[in-house]
């Protein structure tokens, strides 16, 4: 081992850099944290990887032009169906 070692063309971060991702800083509510934590202790595995594929989903559902399922439009479904039954 050497007595002093040259850092001055060093740079910070990685030692090697992952593909198709980066690393940021998020602040999201404590609840929303706490939901996932839990679905991915139940389920063994990371609770950023389930919140990625979260975002992934809703961005495809954006891309694609559908739309969310709300109460408002299954009730109107159930309407719609019943009437025709």
């Given at each position: 081992?050497r007595k002093e070692y040259d ?64 109460v408002a439009k299954l009730r ?10």
């Amino acid at each position: 081992m050497r007595k002093e070692y040259d850092f001055s063309g060093g740079k910070r971060g990685a030692v090697l850099p992952s593909s198709g991702k980066t690393r940021i800083t998020i602040m999201l509510d404590n609840d929303v944290l706490e939901y996932f934590r839990e679905r991915a202790d139940s389920r063994g595995t990371g609770y950023q990887t389930m919140i990625n594929a979260a975002l992934k989903s809703a961005i495809d559902r954006a891309k694609s032009g559908e739309e969310p399922l709300t109460v408002a439009k299954l009730r109107e479904v159930l309407r719609q169906e019943l009437d025709a039954a």
